[in-house]
């Protein structure tokens, strides 16, 4: 009788608990410059939307479409990336350059095909132990 109760204890917390997936990031950049030549928004924008972020943030600037990929979604590159894959403002570069890849992947995000890192997923017997 007392699992029973604590059964319904642990199914009412499971509803107040975020879910969430954890990775860890393993290996080291190989500097092929991809993750500045290709990148995705977090946001799905438009160009018109793209361009109103701009102005918000300036820092943005340095960023420009560079196409569209097979679903419609924009494609961005940083106007600071050498052909050499580089930066060229390294010790000025962004929070989000210095912090990429970053810690937590968001759903689609991937790391480009040859990308030096690796994402390491939390299996279900992770979380157990
Ligand atoms: S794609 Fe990966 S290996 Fe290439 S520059 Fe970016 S972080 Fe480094
Ligand atoms: S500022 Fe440098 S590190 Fe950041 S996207 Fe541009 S080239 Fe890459």
């Avoid at 975020?18 to 190989?30: F, L, R, W």
């Avoid at 968001?106 to 997923?121: N, Q, R, S």
């Amino acid at each position: 009788m007392l699992d029973f109760f604590e059964n319904i204890k642990n199914e009412f917390l499971s509803y107040f608990v975020p879910e969430k997936v954890e990775y860890t990031i393993e290996g080291e950049c190989k500097k092929c410059g991809k993750c500045c030549n290709y990148m995705y928004s977090f946001d799905t924008y438009t160009e018109k939307e793209f361009k109103f972020m701009q102005l918000l943030f300036p820092s943005y600037r340095r960023f420009y479409i560079k196409g569209r990929d097979e679903n419609g979604n924009l494609i961005f590159a940083c106007k600071y990336v050498t052909d050499e894959g580089l930066c060229s403002v390294y010790s000025k570069r962004l929070p989000m350059c210095k912090k990429y890849p970053a810690k937590k992947i968001y759903y689609p995000g991937a790391l480009h095909e040859g990308c030096g890192y690796k994402i390491v997923k939390k299996s279900f017997n992770d979380y157990l132990k």
